[in-house]
Protein backbone atom coordinates (compact mmCIF):
# COMPACT_ATOMS: atom_id res chain seq x y z
CA UNK A 1 0.00 0.00 0.00
CA UNK A 2 1.77 3.24 -0.96
CA UNK A 3 1.45 6.26 0.45
CA UNK A 4 0.79 8.22 -2.51
CA UNK A 5 -2.71 6.01 -3.14
CA UNK A 6 -5.60 8.07 -4.16
CA UNK A 7 -8.71 5.58 -3.08
CA UNK A 8 -12.52 6.35 -3.84
CA UNK A 9 -14.45 6.07 -0.65
CA UNK A 10 -15.73 2.88 -1.77
CA UNK A 11 -12.38 1.52 -2.56
CA UNK A 12 -10.99 2.37 1.08
CA UNK A 13 -14.58 1.15 2.93
CA UNK A 14 -13.72 -1.83 1.38
CA UNK A 15 -10.51 -1.98 2.02
CA UNK A 16 -11.54 -1.31 6.34
CA UNK A 17 -13.93 -4.47 5.41
CA UNK A 18 -11.68 -6.44 4.25
CA UNK A 19 -9.30 -5.87 7.25
CA UNK A 20 -11.68 -6.09 9.58
CA UNK A 21 -12.63 -9.49 8.22
CA UNK A 22 -9.47 -10.97 8.21
CA UNK A 23 -8.74 -10.10 11.56
CA UNK A 24 -12.32 -11.18 12.73
CA UNK A 25 -12.95 -14.26 11.68
CA UNK A 26 -14.46 -15.46 15.00
CA UNK A 27 -16.68 -13.80 17.66
CA UNK A 28 -14.75 -11.72 19.64
CA UNK A 29 -15.26 -11.15 23.56
CA UNK A 30 -15.43 -8.14 24.52
CA UNK A 31 -16.17 -6.23 28.37
CA UNK A 32 -17.54 -2.32 28.45
CA UNK A 33 -20.39 -0.36 30.33
CA UNK A 34 -23.45 0.29 28.68
CA UNK A 35 -23.74 4.31 28.77
CA UNK A 36 -27.43 4.16 27.27
CA UNK A 37 -29.83 1.78 26.22
CA UNK A 38 -32.79 1.55 24.09
CA UNK A 39 -35.34 -0.58 22.60
CA UNK A 40 -37.21 0.59 19.39
CA UNK A 41 -40.69 -0.25 18.63
CA UNK A 42 -39.71 -3.43 16.82
CA UNK A 43 -37.64 -4.94 19.49
CA UNK A 44 -33.90 -3.96 18.34
CA UNK A 45 -31.92 -3.14 21.61
CA UNK A 46 -29.23 -0.19 20.29
CA UNK A 47 -26.56 0.27 23.22
CA UNK A 48 -23.97 3.17 23.64
CA UNK A 49 -20.78 1.21 25.25
CA UNK A 50 -18.05 3.04 27.01
CA UNK A 51 -15.03 2.39 29.10
CA UNK A 52 -13.86 5.10 31.43
CA UNK A 53 -10.57 5.03 33.90
CA UNK A 54 -10.60 3.52 36.92
CA UNK A 55 -9.85 6.38 38.74
CA UNK A 56 -11.15 9.16 37.15
CA UNK A 57 -14.10 8.30 35.45
CA UNK A 58 -12.90 10.01 32.53
CA UNK A 59 -14.45 8.29 29.32
CA UNK A 60 -11.36 6.06 27.47
CA UNK A 61 -13.31 4.27 24.43
CA UNK A 62 -16.95 4.42 22.91
CA UNK A 63 -18.67 2.65 20.67
CA UNK A 64 -22.18 1.70 19.30
CA UNK A 65 -23.53 -1.36 19.49
CA UNK A 66 -26.66 -3.59 18.56
CA UNK A 67 -28.62 -6.67 19.45
CA UNK A 68 -31.30 -7.62 17.48
CA UNK A 69 -34.90 -8.47 17.74
CA UNK A 70 -34.73 -12.04 17.87
CA UNK A 71 -31.79 -12.56 20.17
CA UNK A 72 -32.57 -9.90 22.68
CA UNK A 73 -35.97 -11.75 23.27
CA UNK A 74 -33.50 -13.90 24.25
CA UNK A 75 -30.69 -12.59 26.17
CA UNK A 76 -32.46 -9.87 28.21
CA UNK A 77 -34.26 -12.25 30.27
CA UNK A 78 -31.52 -14.25 30.95
CA UNK A 79 -29.64 -11.88 31.72
CA UNK A 80 -32.37 -10.52 34.47
CA UNK A 81 -33.19 -13.83 35.75
CA UNK A 82 -29.52 -14.61 36.92
CA UNK A 83 -28.27 -11.11 37.91
CA UNK A 84 -31.51 -9.61 39.01
CA UNK A 85 -31.14 -6.79 37.31
CA UNK A 86 -32.36 -5.46 33.30
CA UNK A 87 -29.88 -4.41 31.36
CA UNK A 88 -29.54 -0.91 32.03
CA UNK A 89 -27.56 2.11 32.15
CA UNK A 90 -24.25 2.03 34.82
CA UNK A 91 -23.42 -1.81 34.64
CA UNK A 92 -20.58 -3.60 33.23
CA UNK A 93 -21.09 -6.54 30.60
CA UNK A 94 -18.97 -9.44 29.00
CA UNK A 95 -20.52 -10.12 25.89
CA UNK A 96 -19.70 -11.85 22.08
CA UNK A 97 -20.02 -9.74 19.50
CA UNK A 98 -19.93 -10.16 15.55
CA UNK A 99 -17.58 -7.42 14.42
CA UNK A 100 -18.94 -5.65 11.21
CA UNK A 101 -18.08 -2.92 8.57
CA UNK A 102 -20.64 -1.78 5.81
CA UNK A 103 -20.05 0.07 2.86
CA UNK A 104 -22.95 2.27 2.94
CA UNK A 105 -23.62 1.81 6.92
CA UNK A 106 -20.45 1.80 8.07
CA UNK A 107 -18.55 0.50 11.60
CA UNK A 108 -20.70 -2.14 13.60
CA UNK A 109 -20.79 -4.26 16.32
CA UNK A 110 -23.54 -7.07 16.46
CA UNK A 111 -23.51 -8.52 20.64
CA UNK A 112 -24.52 -12.34 19.78
CA UNK A 113 -24.46 -13.25 23.92
CA UNK A 114 -23.88 -12.09 27.20
CA UNK A 115 -22.27 -13.63 30.30
CA UNK A 116 -24.50 -12.35 33.18
CA UNK A 117 -21.71 -14.04 35.63
CA UNK A 118 -19.68 -11.38 34.51
CA UNK A 119 -21.75 -8.74 35.59
CA UNK A 120 -23.41 -10.52 38.71
CA UNK A 121 -19.78 -10.37 40.03
CA UNK A 122 -19.35 -6.96 39.14
CA UNK A 123 -22.60 -5.80 40.63
CA UNK A 124 -21.28 -8.06 43.38
CA UNK A 125 -18.05 -6.20 43.62
CA UNK A 126 -19.62 -3.04 44.20
CA UNK A 127 -21.80 -3.84 46.46
CA UNK A 128 -18.60 -5.00 48.96
CA UNK A 129 -17.06 -1.93 47.89
CA UNK A 130 -19.98 0.36 49.14
CA UNK A 131 -20.32 -1.71 52.50
CA UNK A 132 -16.24 -1.10 52.83
CA UNK A 133 -16.58 2.54 52.18
CA UNK A 134 -19.44 3.19 54.86
CA UNK A 135 -17.19 0.97 57.27
CA UNK A 136 -14.03 3.45 56.28
CA UNK A 137 -16.47 6.31 56.76
CA UNK A 138 -17.40 5.08 60.60
CA UNK A 139 -20.97 5.27 59.77
CA UNK A 140 -22.45 1.61 59.17
CA UNK A 141 -23.20 1.40 62.70
CA UNK A 142 -24.58 4.96 63.58
CA UNK A 143 -28.35 3.89 62.82
CA UNK A 144 -28.31 0.74 64.93
CA UNK A 145 -27.37 2.51 67.70
CA UNK A 146 -30.18 4.42 68.08
CA UNK A 147 -32.55 2.92 70.59
CA UNK A 148 -36.44 2.48 69.71
CA UNK A 149 -38.82 3.84 71.84
CA UNK A 150 -40.60 1.27 74.31
CA UNK A 151 -43.71 2.58 72.72
CA UNK A 152 -43.88 3.23 68.88
CA UNK A 153 -46.72 6.22 68.44
CA UNK A 154 -45.45 7.96 65.46
CA UNK A 155 -44.57 6.49 62.16
CA UNK A 156 -43.07 8.23 59.38
CA UNK A 157 -43.28 5.97 55.98
CA UNK A 158 -41.40 6.04 52.64
CA UNK A 159 -43.42 4.21 49.96
CA UNK A 160 -45.57 4.45 47.12
CA UNK A 161 -48.92 5.33 47.97
CA UNK A 162 -49.74 2.39 45.00
CA UNK A 163 -47.52 -0.31 46.34
CA UNK A 164 -49.15 -3.41 47.82
CA UNK A 165 -46.71 -3.67 50.21
CA UNK A 166 -47.74 -0.17 51.57
CA UNK A 167 -51.08 -1.42 51.68
CA UNK A 168 -50.19 -4.61 53.85
CA UNK A 169 -48.35 -2.68 56.18
CA UNK A 170 -51.27 -0.09 57.20
CA UNK A 171 -53.46 -3.21 56.88
CA UNK A 172 -51.41 -4.93 59.36
CA UNK A 173 -50.84 -1.74 61.94
CA UNK A 174 -54.82 -0.83 61.90
CA UNK A 175 -56.03 -4.19 62.27
CA UNK A 176 -53.52 -5.73 65.14
CA UNK A 177 -54.74 -7.75 68.17
CA UNK A 178 -54.07 -5.51 70.55
CA UNK A 179 -55.97 -2.55 69.15
CA UNK A 180 -52.93 -0.30 69.74
CA UNK A 181 -53.97 3.21 67.81
CA UNK A 182 -50.96 4.45 65.58
CA UNK A 183 -50.40 8.21 63.82
CA UNK A 184 -48.30 7.88 60.30
CA UNK A 185 -47.96 9.42 57.79
CA UNK A 186 -46.97 8.53 53.56
CA UNK A 187 -44.02 10.27 52.55
CA UNK A 188 -44.02 9.44 48.90
CA UNK A 189 -41.58 8.53 46.50
CA UNK A 190 -40.31 6.22 43.88
CA UNK A 191 -39.35 2.81 45.01
CA UNK A 192 -38.26 1.69 41.33
CA UNK A 193 -36.53 3.10 38.41
CA UNK A 194 -34.63 5.86 37.26
CA UNK A 195 -36.25 8.46 39.84
CA UNK A 196 -36.14 5.98 42.65
CA UNK A 197 -33.13 7.11 44.24
CA UNK A 198 -33.38 10.81 44.20
CA UNK A 199 -37.13 10.84 44.77
CA UNK A 200 -36.15 8.60 47.80
CA UNK A 201 -33.63 10.93 49.00
CA UNK A 202 -36.27 13.55 48.31
CA UNK A 203 -38.49 12.11 50.97
CA UNK A 204 -35.47 11.43 53.71
CA UNK A 205 -35.39 15.58 53.43
CA UNK A 206 -38.40 16.07 54.31
CA UNK A 207 -39.04 14.06 57.07
CA UNK A 208 -35.93 15.36 58.39
CA UNK A 209 -37.84 18.64 59.30
CA UNK A 210 -40.05 16.61 61.20
CA UNK A 211 -37.77 14.31 62.92
CA UNK A 212 -38.34 15.07 66.34
CA UNK A 213 -41.49 14.37 65.98
CA UNK A 214 -41.64 10.98 64.54
CA UNK A 215 -40.43 7.78 67.00
CA UNK A 216 -39.65 6.01 63.90
CA UNK A 217 -39.22 5.65 59.71
CA UNK A 218 -40.61 2.68 58.04
CA UNK A 219 -38.78 2.47 54.75
CA UNK A 220 -40.99 -0.28 52.88
CA UNK A 221 -41.15 -1.38 49.16
CA UNK A 222 -43.28 -5.36 48.75
CA UNK A 223 -43.74 -7.07 46.03
CA UNK A 224 -41.68 -6.69 42.07
CA UNK A 225 -38.72 -8.01 40.70
CA UNK A 226 -35.40 -8.58 42.31
CA UNK A 227 -34.22 -6.08 39.70
CA UNK A 228 -35.89 -3.29 41.65
CA UNK A 229 -33.72 -3.59 44.45
CA UNK A 230 -30.68 -2.03 43.23
CA UNK A 231 -31.43 1.26 44.65
CA UNK A 232 -31.45 0.14 47.73
CA UNK A 233 -27.87 -0.56 47.32
CA UNK A 234 -27.29 3.12 46.64
CA UNK A 235 -24.15 4.87 48.15
CA UNK A 236 -26.19 7.83 49.19
CA UNK A 237 -29.60 6.16 50.34
CA UNK A 238 -27.48 4.24 52.48
CA UNK A 239 -25.43 7.45 53.97
CA UNK A 240 -28.65 8.87 54.64
CA UNK A 241 -29.75 6.28 56.61
CA UNK A 242 -27.13 6.07 58.75
CA UNK A 243 -27.11 9.40 59.19
CA UNK A 244 -31.00 9.81 60.42
CA UNK A 245 -31.65 11.07 63.31
CA UNK A 246 -34.31 8.32 64.31
CA UNK A 247 -34.35 4.66 64.13
CA UNK A 248 -34.91 3.36 60.53
CA UNK A 249 -36.93 0.27 59.81
CA UNK A 250 -36.66 -1.71 56.26
CA UNK A 251 -39.10 -3.73 55.04
CA UNK A 252 -38.22 -4.05 51.41
CA UNK A 253 -40.12 -7.69 50.15
CA UNK A 254 -37.34 -10.29 49.73
CA UNK A 255 -36.96 -12.95 51.78
CA UNK A 256 -33.16 -13.83 50.49
CA UNK A 257 -31.90 -10.50 49.50
CA UNK A 258 -30.12 -8.03 52.12
CA UNK A 259 -29.69 -4.89 50.30
CA UNK A 260 -26.81 -2.67 52.38
CA UNK A 261 -29.87 -0.14 53.21
CA UNK A 262 -31.03 -3.64 55.34
CA UNK A 263 -27.29 -3.87 56.46
CA UNK A 264 -27.43 0.05 57.69
CA UNK A 265 -30.53 0.32 59.24
CA UNK A 266 -31.54 0.23 62.61
CA UNK A 267 -34.13 -2.59 61.96
CA UNK A 268 -34.34 -4.92 58.86
CA UNK A 269 -37.11 -7.07 58.34
CA UNK A 270 -38.09 -9.29 54.94
CA UNK A 271 -41.40 -7.79 54.23
CA UNK A 272 -43.49 -4.58 55.40
CA UNK A 273 -45.50 -6.63 57.13
CA UNK A 274 -42.98 -8.41 59.41
CA UNK A 275 -42.50 -4.13 59.41
CA UNK A 276 -46.00 -3.65 60.91
CA UNK A 277 -45.71 -6.78 63.16
CA UNK A 278 -42.50 -5.58 64.49
CA UNK A 279 -43.93 -2.21 65.49
CA UNK A 280 -46.45 -3.59 67.17
CA UNK A 281 -44.86 -6.81 69.23
CA UNK A 282 -42.41 -3.90 70.21
CA UNK A 283 -45.57 -2.02 71.60
CA UNK A 284 -47.08 -5.33 73.01
CA UNK A 285 -43.54 -6.41 74.62
CA UNK A 286 -43.80 -2.75 76.55
CA UNK A 287 -47.21 -3.46 77.75
CA UNK A 288 -46.48 -6.96 79.16
CA UNK A 289 -43.24 -5.84 80.84
CA UNK A 290 -45.60 -3.19 82.71
CA UNK A 291 -47.85 -5.55 83.63
CA UNK A 292 -45.13 -8.25 85.27
CA UNK A 293 -43.82 -5.15 86.98
CA UNK A 294 -47.29 -4.46 88.33
CA UNK A 295 -47.62 -7.73 89.80
CA UNK A 296 -44.21 -7.88 91.23
CA UNK A 297 -44.91 -4.56 92.80
CA UNK A 298 -47.99 -6.11 93.85
CA UNK A 299 -46.31 -9.43 95.06
CA UNK A 300 -43.44 -7.32 96.84
CA UNK A 301 -45.65 -5.54 98.47
CA UNK A 302 -47.19 -8.40 99.90
CA UNK A 303 -44.74 -9.86 101.22
CA UNK A 304 -43.54 -6.68 103.05
CA UNK A 305 -46.71 -6.18 104.56
CA UNK A 306 -46.70 -9.75 106.06
CA UNK A 307 -43.02 -8.98 106.93
CA UNK A 308 -43.98 -5.77 109.29
CA UNK A 309 -47.31 -7.18 110.69
CA UNK A 310 -45.27 -10.39 111.89
CA UNK A 311 -42.17 -7.78 113.44
CA UNK A 312 -45.26 -5.65 114.89
CA UNK A 313 -46.77 -8.53 116.39
CA UNK A 314 -42.91 -9.67 117.82
CA UNK A 315 -42.50 -6.37 118.91
CA UNK A 316 -45.45 -5.43 120.96
CA UNK A 317 -45.27 -8.74 122.33
CA UNK A 318 -41.77 -7.91 123.54
CA UNK A 319 -43.35 -4.38 124.94
CA UNK A 320 -46.49 -6.15 126.71
CA UNK A 321 -43.75 -8.52 128.70
CA UNK A 322 -41.72 -5.44 129.36
CA UNK A 323 -44.83 -3.17 130.57
CA UNK A 324 -45.46 -5.63 132.88
CA UNK A 325 -41.86 -6.25 134.12
CA UNK A 326 -41.18 -2.38 134.51
CA UNK A 327 -44.87 -1.88 136.15
CA UNK A 328 -44.41 -4.79 138.57
CA UNK A 329 -40.99 -3.50 139.82
CA UNK A 330 -41.97 0.13 140.05
CA UNK A 331 -45.06 -1.17 142.16
CA UNK A 332 -42.86 -2.84 144.40
CA UNK A 333 -40.40 0.17 144.49
CA UNK A 334 -43.67 2.80 145.20
CA UNK A 335 -44.56 0.31 148.09
CA UNK A 336 -41.52 0.43 150.03
CA UNK A 337 -41.41 4.35 149.18
CA UNK A 338 -44.74 4.83 151.10
CA UNK A 339 -43.44 3.02 154.14
CA UNK A 340 -40.35 4.25 154.67
CA UNK A 341 -41.88 8.22 153.99
CA UNK A 342 -44.67 6.97 156.39
CA UNK A 343 -42.55 5.68 159.01
CA UNK A 344 -39.96 8.96 158.52
CA UNK A 345 -43.56 11.21 159.24
CA UNK A 346 -43.85 9.58 162.39
CA UNK A 347 -40.49 10.35 164.05
CA UNK A 348 -41.16 13.77 162.82
CA UNK A 349 -41.35 15.47 166.69
CA UNK A 350 -44.34 16.88 168.17
CA UNK A 351 -42.09 20.39 167.63
CA UNK A 352 -41.79 20.22 164.05
CA UNK A 353 -45.42 19.49 163.68
CA UNK A 354 -46.36 22.86 165.21
CA UNK A 355 -43.84 24.74 163.06
CA UNK A 356 -45.87 22.95 160.30
CA UNK A 357 -49.09 23.87 161.38
CA UNK A 358 -48.19 27.61 162.04
CA UNK A 359 -46.98 27.64 158.64
CA UNK A 360 -49.56 26.59 156.43
CA UNK A 361 -52.19 28.90 158.78
CA UNK A 362 -49.90 31.96 157.98
CA UNK A 363 -49.70 30.30 154.42
CA UNK A 364 -53.56 30.10 153.92
CA UNK A 365 -54.05 33.73 155.45
CA UNK A 366 -51.22 35.00 152.72
CA UNK A 367 -53.10 33.25 150.07
CA UNK A 368 -56.36 35.38 150.59
CA UNK A 369 -54.99 37.99 150.34
CA UNK A 370 -53.63 37.76 147.87
CA UNK A 371 -56.62 35.67 145.59
CA UNK A 372 -58.81 38.52 146.41
CA UNK A 373 -56.65 41.50 144.90
CA UNK A 374 -56.21 38.84 141.99
CA UNK A 375 -59.80 39.10 141.85
CA UNK A 376 -60.73 42.35 141.66
CA UNK A 377 -57.88 42.75 139.11
CA UNK A 378 -59.69 40.19 136.79
CA UNK A 379 -63.14 41.59 137.65
CA UNK A 380 -61.96 44.83 135.88
CA UNK A 381 -59.79 42.96 133.34
CA UNK A 382 -63.00 41.16 132.29
CA UNK A 383 -65.24 44.38 132.19
CA UNK A 384 -62.73 45.67 130.02
CA UNK A 385 -62.29 42.83 127.51
CA UNK A 386 -65.49 42.83 127.27
CA UNK A 387 -65.97 46.54 126.27
CA UNK A 388 -63.54 46.04 123.63
CA UNK A 389 -64.75 42.96 122.33
CA UNK A 390 -68.31 44.08 122.19
CA UNK A 391 -66.76 47.46 120.02
CA UNK A 392 -65.03 45.31 118.16
CA UNK A 393 -68.34 43.25 116.82
CA UNK A 394 -70.16 46.06 116.18
CA UNK A 395 -67.55 47.89 114.18
CA UNK A 396 -66.73 44.54 112.21
CA UNK A 397 -70.58 43.69 111.64
CA UNK A 398 -70.99 47.48 110.19
CA UNK A 399 -68.04 46.51 107.61
CA UNK A 400 -70.16 43.08 106.66
CA UNK A 401 -72.90 45.12 106.30
CA UNK A 402 -71.09 47.52 104.12
CA UNK A 403 -69.47 44.27 102.19
CA UNK A 404 -72.95 42.39 102.15
CA UNK A 405 -74.72 45.59 99.91
CA UNK A 406 -71.56 45.78 98.03
CA UNK A 407 -72.13 42.27 97.18
CA UNK A 408 -75.51 42.76 96.17
CA UNK A 409 -74.86 45.37 94.24
CA UNK A 410 -72.31 43.56 91.84
CA UNK A 411 -74.39 40.63 91.77
CA UNK A 412 -74.07 39.39 88.20
CA UNK A 413 -77.75 38.58 88.48
CA UNK A 414 -78.17 41.90 89.23
CA UNK A 415 -76.00 42.95 86.69
CA UNK A 416 -77.69 41.30 83.91
CA UNK A 417 -81.04 42.85 84.63
CA UNK A 418 -79.47 46.72 84.20
CA UNK A 419 -78.38 45.50 80.66
CA UNK A 420 -75.23 43.87 81.10
CA UNK A 421 -73.57 40.26 80.51
CA UNK A 422 -70.81 38.07 81.38
CA UNK A 423 -68.81 35.64 79.88
CA UNK A 424 -67.97 31.96 80.88
CA UNK A 425 -66.23 28.87 80.00
CA UNK A 426 -66.89 25.80 81.95
CA UNK A 427 -69.14 27.75 83.97
CA UNK A 428 -66.30 29.82 85.00
CA UNK A 429 -66.46 34.08 84.80
CA UNK A 430 -63.99 35.39 82.66
CA UNK A 431 -62.29 38.48 83.14
CA UNK A 432 -59.69 38.52 80.62
CA UNK A 433 -59.28 38.09 77.10
CA UNK A 434 -56.08 36.39 78.14
CA UNK A 435 -57.72 33.71 79.40
CA UNK A 436 -59.57 32.90 75.71
CA UNK A 437 -57.87 31.28 73.15
CA UNK A 438 -59.26 30.69 69.41
CA UNK A 439 -61.74 28.23 69.37
CA UNK A 440 -62.45 28.11 72.60
CA UNK A 441 -66.55 27.37 73.69
CA UNK A 442 -67.75 30.63 75.46
CA UNK A 443 -71.06 31.19 76.72
CA UNK A 444 -72.32 34.79 76.70
CA UNK A 445 -74.88 34.89 80.00
CA UNK A 446 -78.26 37.90 79.41
CA UNK A 447 -80.28 38.29 81.91
CA UNK A 448 -83.22 36.53 79.82
CA UNK A 449 -80.67 33.55 78.72
CA UNK A 450 -77.09 32.71 77.44
CA UNK A 451 -75.82 32.54 74.13
CA UNK A 452 -73.41 30.33 73.04
CA UNK A 453 -70.46 30.57 70.73
CA UNK A 454 -66.89 29.92 69.48
CA UNK A 455 -63.98 31.80 69.03
CA UNK A 456 -62.72 32.85 65.72
CA UNK A 457 -60.39 35.72 66.05
CA UNK A 458 -59.63 38.08 69.39
CA UNK A 459 -58.81 41.34 69.48
CA UNK A 460 -56.33 42.77 72.48
CA UNK A 461 -56.53 46.79 73.28
Not at 153 to 177: C, H, M, R, V, W
Not at 283 to 295: P, T, V
Not at 416 to 443: A, E, F, V
Request: proline share 2%.
Amino acid sequence: MSKNTTYSLLEFNNLIKETIKNNFVDYISITAEINNITVNRTGHCYLELIQKDEFSDKILAKTRATIWAPNYRMLAPYFESVTGKPLSEGIKILFKADVNFHEVFGFSINIIDIDPNYTLGDIERQKQETIKTLEQDGVIEMNKELEIQPIIKKIAIISSNTAAGYEDFINQLENNPYNFKFHYKLFEAYMQGNKAEDSIIEAFNRIFEYSDFFDVLILIRGGGAKSDLTVFDSYNIAYYITQFPIPVITGIGHERDNSIADIVANTSVKTPTAAAEFIVNNNNNFKEYLFELAENIKYNTEEIIDNENIYIEKTLTKFINLSENIISENKYFITQLANNFKSGISLISEKELNKLNNIGIKTKYISELFNSSRLNNLNRLTRRITNISNNYLIAKNNEINIAEIKLESNNPDKLLQKGYSYITINNKIIKSIDKIKKGDKITNKLKDGEVNSIVSKLDKH
